[in-house]
Nanobody, 121 residues
Framework: QVQLVESGGGLVQAGGSLRLSCAAS????????MGWFRQAPWKEREFVAA????????YYADSVKGRFTISRGNARNTVYLQMNSLKPEDTAVYYC??????????????WGQGTQVTVSS
């Protein structure tokens, strides 16, 4: 059974930092691109960041570029999202995703359950 489990969400003040983690299990994810999406209340889910299976390529939404950094663990079944200079508009449920054939906003094979990030002003 494939599972993506996110952790690391929480409440932080504006300007602060959080590090999200996503652990994948149930199959080998070494050839899967992995990424992060988010969904704020009353809004559609939006792409945040993605990293290629090799870890050599990354892609970010303009809204987080320069503030967020995506990376993969050595075993390639873990992905991280370091979030710095957080803003209230970053408040959302953050979802981990994995996809074998697509990279970026079209990733859709597997999803985690999400972790809440709340940034207070």
């Amino acid at each position: 059974q494939v599972q993506l489990v996110e952790s690391g969400g929480g409440l932080v003040q504006a300007g602060g930092s959080l590090r999200l983690s996503c652990a994948a299990s149930g199959r080998t994810f070494s050839r899967y691109a992995m990424g992060w999406f988010r969904q704020a209340p009353w809004k559609e889910r939006e792409f945040v960041a993605a990293i290629a299976w090799s870890g050599g390529s990354t892609y970010y939404a303009d809204s987080v570029k320069g503030r967020f950094t995506i990376s993969r663990g050595n075993a390639r079944n873990t992905v991280y999202l370091q979030m710095n200079s957080l803003k209230p508009e970053d408040t959302a449920v953050y979802y981990c995703a994995a996809d074998r054939g697509r990279f970026g906003a079209e990733m859709d094979d597997y999803w985690g359950q999400g972790t809440q990030v709340t940034v207070s002003s």
